[in-house]
């Protein structure tokens, strides 16, 4: 294996690591828990998922042919409580994940 496959094989390993962490949290927490803002200025958990998964569809869809922040991505809803369920929450954050890890297995020297 080369050095830059190892590199990249790694970096996915990591990643996978970091996510599980966040997904044994998700599972202790109620709905109530995803929705709580400690703060006027501060985010619910729910909202970071909103954003995280926005952030990874907008910028690792099509990343190697387009640039950046797609047109059809609405950055601003994403930093309010759409009150989602934990089911809808799921969803959103997985399928951002794995548009990010899609993207990096199709890497090649």
């Known amino acids: 294996m080369s050095i830059e ?6 970096v996915i390993k ?4 970091y996510k599980s962490l966040a ?6 927490l109620s709905a109530e828990d995803f929705h709580y803002q400690p703060g006027e200025e ?3 958990i729910a909202i ?17 042919t387009t ?3 797609k047109e059809w991505r609405n950055r601003d809803t994403e930093f309010g409580d759409q009150h989602l369920s934990y ?8 399928k951002g994940w794995d548009c990010f890890l899609n993207a990096l ?5």
């Open 5 to 10: 496959n190892a590199f990249l094989q790694s």
């Open 42 to 44: 501060s985010n619910s």
């Open 14 to 17: 990591r990643l996978l690591y």
């Open 67 to 69: 640039d950046g922040e």
């Open 48 to 64: 970071l998922i909103q954003h995280m998964a926005g952030n990874m569809l907008s910028r690792w869809t099509g990343f190697l």
């Open 87 to 94: 089911p809808q929450l799921m969803t959103a954050w997985n």
């Open 105 to 109: 297995s199709l890497l090649r020297e």
């Open 23 to 28: 997904d044994k949290t998700f599972t202790r």
